[in-house]
């Protein structure tokens, strides 16, 4: 009894000190945050009106500061597998944009011939290649259509030095960085598929799809269609690729662009606007219609036709069509590669690979489903922005062959389109494994607290979230993989701003290579590279084993700018564990993969506040919880330290992700 006693007073002392518990950091800047974002280092970059500082996300201390004015949130793009960062700054007449080790603030290379901010790129460290898309006075107010001409530079990673440059011929549509304003913000061109440098080519996305000579920028195919079909965003799939071919969606028709020659050597058409792809073996699966951000104020919106088909990557040939879904599709996912996996706005829907057919159809019973994944124990997940459900599945009957792949000489594929129709009524009804509903808090302003709620809900997504997928069934998945990562649009920023059925659809490529260049400080500290077997680190001495042009020398970096630089203060060894404690973080991000899904709402006892849960997206348990009830509209999170990062005036403020 005394026991039971004593365990009661010290769990009411517990309960206490966690409901007041403070930050576990907090960092003072030189005036009002303008915006903030992780890296792949687990180095925070924060920008005011006067400066950029860099801080470590797990202590908050200051690793170096530089005094730029005049930047935004588009004003800073990581350069994704290396240790550098692009700063685009204006000075009026003067512009340029930098390249800047992450780690010491230090100016690798600079280039004075380009005007704007970088909002996309593409990169290919091995061939010394860096194409980045930047756009001119990109700043205008949320719900207006706004369009400006894209300019496309390439330069050698290394050195700076431009290769080529080519403005668009027309304007295109742009998107705005964030909804909740009714001030002016930062446009940006989130709303396309950013480029991509495969076998020595540059594709864009902007005008249709066109590609170049990487080096050279002689131009080879060339298709113009319109991108943001009814002024919706990413309503066009992200390219996907094979041995043999890369494939782009557009206007209706998927295109197999030979990775040889550059040529288009089939088309299928007449499917419908196509933002999902995926292949398996030798059938190229893509989704039809779905859920899509419309750019003129961020909400969400359907457009068809809805439906699922398989096309023979040979010859284009529609293999079947699905066409049982409903209004409100979301994403797909495999849950083997016989197994296809969807859900509409009521049920969740099991089709077969091979023959189109549906194997399982039941309700769901989530209300506005946006999104479908499947969790460790095999089990799907639906959700959407207040609630998550997991469903036991039944799988294909048919078994995968010769390594999931299969030669087409059944007479059922012999037609060039087999319509797969299918009854109305329910196969059966089945309950869920487990349901976990988290509503939106009701004190407070509505529109303040629903952009919170969904920027909860999205984090899930930014670990590469949907990890069954296409991607890692297929062989050569890893190479397909460190392709895809090489590029880097807003979308991993500011991924509150999008539907969470485009999020899902995009999470299997939100990971992060274990392959890095390394440019800056940690490529000149002696042994200390070699300390990292779980990464593959190159350096500008041995990409393909020479430097070009020269590069060596201007690629000596300069600190001129840099204020209240950490590393230079410290002696090598401290140096050495602090280069250490990053590379490790961006080792263990290469790995890791998103387990809890967080919802803003009315925490429990004794909580009893708003906050974050996070709920254990493979158990259904609620496992995280986190003590903010007013977080910051931009506020992000690090799973590798376990914090959550929000600003408040001129602090930057972390926050403990508390276990269950």
Known sequence: MKLSAFLWLFLCFFAAGVVNAQTVWQTNFDGKLQFYQTTDFGVLLAGTDSSLYAVDGQTGETLWRRKTKGLDETSITPIPSTDLILISIDE????????????????????????????????????????VVLVKKAKGKVGEEFKRTPIVHVFGLSSGDELWKKELESDVQMMPSRFDSESEVAYTLDNYRPPL????????????????????????????????????????????????????????KIRAVNRRSGEVEWEAKDLGVTPEMAIVGDILYVRTGGQFTRLKDGETEEKGSFGVSAIDTSNGKTLWRYKGADKGLTNFVFA??????????????????????????????????????????????????????AFQIQGSRLKAENDFKFQITDSRFQSSLLEIQNPKSKIQNREAVWRVQHKS???????????????????????????????????????????????????????????????????????????????????RTPGFLNRFNGLQIT?????????????????????????????????PVRQIEKLSGYFLRRQRLAEIRGNYMYFYTDLPKPFAKKGLLGVNVHTGKDSRFILISEPDARFTTDETVGLLYSANGNRLQAFDVLER
């Open 92 to 131: 009026g007449d003067k512009s340029r944009i930098e390249a800047v080790d992450l780690l010491s603030g230090a100016t690798v290379w600079r280039s004075d011939k380009v005007k704007g901010d970088v909002l996309q790129l593409a990169v290919a460290p091995e061939q010394d290649l860096l194409a």
């Open 197 to 252: 440098i495969l076998d020595g080519r540059l594709f864009l996305f902007y005008e249709g799809a066109t590609s170049y000579d990487a080096r050279t920028g002689k131009e080879g195919t060339r298709e113009k269609f319109k991108i943001n079909e009814g002024g919706l965003a990413l309503t066009e799939a992200d390219p996907v690729f094979d041995d043999k071919f890369l494939y782009t969606s557009g206007r209706g």
């Open 336 to 389: 083997d590669a016989n197994t296809i996996m969807v859900a509409d706005k009521d049920d969740l829907i099991t089709i077969d690979t091979r023959s189109g057919k549906r194997i399982d159809k039941f309700e769901h019973d989530v209300e506005k489903a946006q999104f479908v994944l499947i969790n460790e124990s095999g089990k799907a997940v639906v959700g959407g922005r207040d609630e998550i459900a």
């Open 441 to 523: 808090p009701s004190r407070g302003v509505f529109r303040t607290i629903a952009g919170i709620a969904l920027r909860a809900t999205a984090l899930y997504f930014r670990y590469g979230g949907v990890a069954t997928s296409a991607l890692n069934i297929v062989r050569g998945a890893n190479v397909a993989r460190s392709v895809l990562s090489l590029r880097w649009s807003g979308l991993k920023t500011r991924f509150s701003s999008f539907d969470l059925t485009t999020l899902a659809a995009n999470s299997a490529k939100n990971y992060v290579s274990g392959r890095i260049s390394v440019f800056g400080i940690a490529s």
């Open 539 to 571: 350096t500008p001495a041995n990409i393909r084993g020479k430097i070009i042009g020269g590069a060596l020398s201007r690629a000596t970096p300069s600190r001129a700018e840099v204020q209240e630089s950490l590393l230079d203060r410290i002696d």
